[in-house]
T-cell receptor, first 118, second 111 residues
Framework: GAVVSQHPSRVICKSGTSVKIECRSLDFQATTMFWYRQFPKQSLMLMATSNEGSKATYEQGVEKDKFLINHASLTLSTLTVTSAHPEDSSFYIC??????????????FGSGTRLTVV | GEDVEQSLFLSVREGDSSVINCTYTDSSSTYLYWYKQEPGAGLQLLTYIFSNMDMKQDQRLTVLLNKKDKHLSLRIADTQTGDSAIYFCAERGSSASKIIFGSGTRLSIRP
């Protein structure tokens, strides 16, 4: 079945530094990937939609200069949290859309990245 | 805009059936999903239903859709301790590829 690998699973960084999170589709091509953020005991909030070879589309209220998204290939999207602050601490999850499967279970999620900014 | 709502908690006895309810507002929803999230993990797609279906059954899982009332439910038969998790209802509209999630229902199992 379709597998999405997300790394790292956990990261602790100092305030002011940047952190990169990778999302890879291992056995399929993903023209579209999504980045979500989940606060403790809350739902997933869509941050941005990333299309291969083009600029990401950010949801309202998400700072595109702070959360840099790159989708340079059909199997890799990255999210970089720049100048991280403690309020950026959260669980970040990516999702990849399978080419050609429409919505027929065609979204596979990564295992998530727990970011803690100290 | 689109909105998906669920109750936050559900507690059931082991062996009983669990019913998790969800309501949504987008009348153009094409697909509705149920995802399971275990602690510290990503999301696992449990099942989905197309908007022109009323019911879908898959082993212990039964999904009911009332499109008129925009109400979706997930029934888990013979609930086991391994079913403890957060269950997210999600919908996808016809004009967008993004999925909108509900707040999640935390299912706990008591002996």
């Amino acid at each position: 079945g379709a597998v999405v690998s997300q790394h790292p699973s956990r990261v602790i960084c100092k305030s002011g530094t940047s952190v990169k999170i990778e999302c890879r589709s291992l056995d399929f091509q993903a023209t579209t990937m999504f980045w979500y953020r989940q606060f403790p005991k809350q739902s997933l909030m869509l941050m941005a939609t990333s299309n291969e070879g083009s600029k990401a589309t950010y949801e309202q209220g998400v700072e595109k200069d702070k959360f840099l998204i790159n989708h340079a290939s059909l199997t890799l999207s990255t999210l970089t949290v720049t100048s991280a602050h403690p309020e950026d601490s959260s669980f970040y999850i990516c999702s990849a859309h399978h080419v050609g499967q429409g919505a027929l279970g065609g979204y596979t999620f990564g295992s998530g990245t727990r970011l803690t900014v100290v | 805009g689109e909105d998906v709502e669920q109750s936050l908690f559900l507690s059931v006895r082991e062996g009983d059936s669990s019913v998790i309810n969800c309501t949504y507002t987008d009348s153009s929803s094409t697909y509705l999903y149920w995802y399971k999230q275990e602690p510290g993990a990503g999301l696992q797609l449990l099942t989905y239903i197309f908007s022109n279906m009323d019911m879908k059954q898959d082993q212990r899982l039964t999904v009911l859709l009332n499109k008129k009332d925009k109400h979706l439910s997930l029934r888990i038969a013979d609930t086991q301790t391994g079913d403890s998790a957060i269950y997210f209802c999600a919908e996808r509209g016809s004009s967008a590829s993004k999925i909108i999630f509900g707040s999640g229902t935390r299912l706990s199992i008591r002996p």
